[in-house]
């Protein structure tokens, strides 16, 4: 009679040999990072959640610095391919790229205004696309409730579109609450897993 610990392969069993590299394995040593992560998107959802403005702000100032380091790795690639046909076309993009960070550094608020009115745009045209296929399915098939969605776009687009201010804070608050959500789910699963670590390996029945 011979005992094993789970995961090694038992004689006369079809179970796998334990992997150090398995999935498992991994999230559980770093069950740390997973909770670490779910903090960090409970501590942003809730900013966002309070302070709405600041938050798209911050935003649009982090966009803003992504789109200038952008723009200048382009201009750099442009440089070093300047013997190449395709090199104006990197310099272009590299050029258009920090055009655009500058202008979401010093204008935030247009940026801001431009994104909201290209998201009830969107929306607007998302509900009558809807509302276009909700009259076209059976009442079986869900027709009122495609319906009542489509009429939520649209009556958050017009809003938006009215009130571009007011859109802001609203798609603020659904980032928060996402980040909120996504955050409490991670730092569940990060504790789930470290129970599963502190119960340590397993012994399987001995096999005769």
Do not use: E, K
């Not at 276009?132 to 009556?155: K, N, P, Q, V």
């Amino acid at each position: 009679m011979s005992t094993t610990m789970a995961g090694n392969r038992v004689p006369g069993s079809s179970s796998p040999a334990a992997d150090p590299n398995d999935l498992n394995a991994i999230l559980v040593r770093n069950w740390w990072l997973i909770a670490l992560r779910g903090v960090l998107g409970v501590i942003f959802g809730l900013v966002a959640l309070v302070v709405p403005l600041a938050t798209i702000l911050a935003l649009v100032l982090l966009f803003s610095a992504y789109m200038i380091v952008d723009g200048a790795f382009s201009i750099a690639a442009a440089v070093r391919a300047r013997h190449s046909d395709r090199w104006g076309l990197l310099a272009l993009q590299g050029v258009a790229s920090i055009a655009a960070g500058v202008l979401a550094f010093f204008w935030p608020g247009i940026t801001v205004l431009a994104f909201v009115l290209l998201i009830a745009a969107w929306s607007v045209v998302m509900g009558c696309l809807m509302f276009a296929a909700a009259f076209r399915i059976d009442g079986s098939h869900g027709r009122w409730w495609l319906a009542l969605t489509a009429a939520a776009a649209l009556i958050f687009g017009i809003l938006a579109i009215v009130a571009p201010l007011a859109g802001a804070v609203v798609l603020t608050w659904w980032i928060g609450a996402f980040s909120l959500v996504f955050g409490i789910l991670l730092i569940v699963l990060a504790f789930r897993l470290r129970s599963r670590g502190n119960d340590g390996p397993a012994v399987t029945r001995p096999v005769t």
